[in-house]
């Protein structure tokens, strides 16, 4: 596993995810540049979390997931379809998002979520329902969203599929969560 770095005034959050295909990261990254001002703060990396794991800084509990991952990982790509947006509300933040459907998808992250409770991450937190967080959306008028929404609703997408497990970090601080690919876990036949 790489070397998890720590610097000072920054906290590093772990997620288990996934790097989108090229081809959506593509459409998506178009959306984002359909955002009509600065009160949309888009994503800083368009990704598909699966599992908040925390901050970790046990070396043994950082190699069990490590472990964990590589075994974890399905033998052939798993396929999604995008559902539409959706708008939530963790803490005191608003997210737009696009909604994932996957059984198969599904099936993984409970299974990554089991496996960090075995390789000893307390309280590691599923991303439920499926999403792919595309903007903060905090300071624009729900009007505004739901009219967006409306104007971008007919986006079609091709069916997807994943072929990685991702660790990620983010670093968090004042101004805007930067989220780092850290370890990739390739589908290998490893089950």
């Given amino acids: 596993m790489t070397s998890l770095r720590d610097d000072e005034g920054l906290t590093m959050y772990l997620i288990i995810g996934a790097t989108l295909p090229a081809e959506l990261r593509t459409t998506l990254l178009g959306l984002q540049a359909h955002f009509p001002d600065k009160s949309w703060v888009p994503e800083s990396f368009?990704?598909?979390p699966f599992c908040a794991v925390g901050n970790i800084t046990d070396p043994?509990?950082?190699e069990e997931i490590d472990h964990a991952l590589r075994n974890i990982c399905p033998r052939m790509p798993l396929p999604f379809t995008i559902d539409g947006f959706e708008v939530s509300l963790r803490k005191d933040r608003i997210s737009l998002g696009i909604k994932v459907q996957s059984s198969q998808i599904d099936h993984l992250s409970v299974k990554i979520r089991s496996a960090m409770q075995r390789a000893g991450v307390q309280n590691p937190k599923l991303y439920?329902?499926?999403t792919i967080p595309l903007a903060g959306v905090t300071d624009v008028p729900s009007l505004n969203v739901s009219q967006w929404?409306?104007?971008?609703?007919?986006?079609?997408?091709?069916?997807?599929?994943i072929s990685e497990i991702t660790l990620f970090s983010s670093w968090k601080n004042e101004e805007t969560p930067l989220i780092i690919p850290e370890e990739e876990y390739h589908f290998s036949g490893n089950i």
């Fill in 128 to 130: 439920t329902p499926l």
């Fill in 149 to 161: 929404i409306q104007m971008h609703h007919p986006q079609t997408f091709s069916e997807q599929a």
């Fill in 60 to 62: 043994t509990v950082l």
């Fill in 46 to 48: 368009l990704f598909l």
